[in-house]
């Protein structure tokens, strides 16, 4: 992504909540070229810009949005749910229900773009998916960056010490090693 003038830095390891933030400031950014590229396209062929666009976000959502995924999974809600008297199963239960559906609808979204890249335009029922599913994602998105970002990232900021945090860090900074 392209630095902006007087945009905040991004967070390092040090700040690991910081960085899931971070990283869903770039999902939302992502998330809006797949959108809106299928929104004002109709199913023409693309222009170069469009398909660039759209590659970058593909290929973001298969890097950092899998790893992002991971960071959550794996490094920070069990750690969360372990030491937070407070912390709701159920809600973080929902949340990794969620990255499932995501993932889901991502397979589906990469093919079509994937094909429509390749063919040069999709038939109106693949673009009406297309629009479907960039839309359902857009809400699953919207829904689940809300509830972690107003209850789950401000509760393990409170719940969990330095030592955990400088854990999560560093498997952070493996998985992107």
């Not at 299928?38 to 469009?50: C, F, I, K, S, V």
């Not at 790893?67 to 709701?88: I, K, N, Q």
Request: aromatic content about 6%; proline content about 2%; hydrophobic content about 40%.
């Amino acid at each position: 992504m392209a630095v902006q003038i007087g945009a905040k830095p991004d967070s390092g390891f040090d700040d690991p909540i910081g960085m899931l933030k971070d990283c869903h400031r770039r999902i939302e950014h992502f998330l809006d070229i797949l959108c809106v590229v299928a929104e004002r396209t109709g199913n023409r062929t693309l222009t170069e810009e469009e398909g660039s666009a759209v590659k970058a976000a593909l290929q973001y959502f298969h890097v950092g949005g899998e790893r992002h995924t991971l960071d959550e999974e794996e490094s920070l809600f069990p750690r969360l749910l372990a030491v937070a008297a407070g912390a709701r199963v159920e809600l973080i239960d929902r949340l990794r229900r969620d990255h499932g559906d995501a993932n889901e609808l991502h397979a589906s979204v990469d093919w079509l773009y994937t094909a429509w890249i390749s063919a040069g335009t999709l038939e109106s029922s693949q673009h009406l998916r297309l629009l479907a599913q960039t839309g359902r994602l857009k809400r699953l998105y919207a829904e689940h960056i809300a509830i972690e970002e107003s209850e789950v990232f401000p509760q393990a900021a409170l719940a969990l010490d330095h030592q955990s945090l400088a854990a999560i860090g560093g498997e952070f900074r493996f998985r992107r090693s």
